[in-house]
């Protein structure tokens, strides 16, 4: 059974306190791995998608990176629009559709 | 271009009646998928359709059912509604079928179950 994890549940920076969120993954075959940010009440917000290991891609203050096991969403000087839930979700390649199974995210608070 | 539209946007409903979501795709966009988001979890899969066909199904009961039309729309169903369907009900278009290609999200329909 694809399983993903995310740590931590929560996590409060001081804008410009740069960190990183994990997501550890177990699943047969990886097809794509997905970050999403999501605001509270609403759908989420594709970031970005990494499809095999030493992958990395950037936006703004956000760089996503992939190994064989977890992923990682680092953030560099946050400011307090980057406060959010982040949501990281793989697809399987044993699923012969689209599927997506998530984390129960990494809830963001940056404080001004 | 439009995103993906859901409607309604709120829906409160009794216990033991039946619900429909509606979504729309993403022009170009031939798969719909469904998820139900429980307060403080991640998105579940529930359903996927791709040209009008079911692909996938997740761990949801018989309860739930869906159809996607010519246009690529889609319908959601939920009969015999439990507390326990109270949730964030979300659709998510892509353009194709089995590739990890993205999927966008649209804003979701809350409905609460008393």
């Known amino acids: 059974e694809d399983q993903v994890t995310q740590s931590p549940e929560a996590l409060r920076l001081q804008e410009g306190e740069s960190s990183s969120l994990n997501c550890s993954y177990t699943v047969s075959g990886l097809r794509g791995l997905f970050w999403y940010r999501q605001d509270p009440g609403k759908g989420p917000e594709f970031l970005f998608t990494?499809?095999?290991a030493g992958e990395e891609k950037e936006k703004e203050r956000l760089k996503a990176t992939l190994t064989k096991k977890e992923s990682f969403l680092h953030i560099t000087a946050p400011k307090p629009e980057d406060s959010a839930t982040y949501l990281c979700?793989?697809?399987?390649?044993?699923?012969?559709?689209?599927?997506?199974?998530f984390g129960g995210g990494t809830r963001l608070m940056v404080k001004p | 271009d439009a995103g993906v539209t859901q409607s309604p946007t709120h829906l409160i409903k009794t216990r033991g009646q039946q619900v429909t979501l509606r979504c729309s795709p993403i022009?170009?966009?031939?798969?719909v998928s469904w998820y139900q988001q429980v307060l403080g979890q991640g998105p579940q899969f529930i359903f996927q359709?791709?040209?009008?066909?079911e692909r996938g199904r997740g761990n949801f009961p018989d309860r739930f059912s869906a159809r996607q039309f010519p246009n690529y729309s889609s319908e959601l169903n939920v009969n015999a509604l439990l507390l326990g369907d109270s949730a964030l009900y979300l659709c998510a278009s892509s353009w194709g079928q089995g590739m990890a290609n993205e999927q966008f999200f649209g804003p979701g329909t809350r409905l609460t179950v008393l």
């Open positions: 022009s170009g966009h031939k798969s």
């Open positions: 979700a793989v697809q399987a390649a044993s699923n012969a559709g689209n599927m997506l199974t």
């Open positions: 359709y791709y040209e009008k066909e």
């Open positions: 990494l499809y095999s």
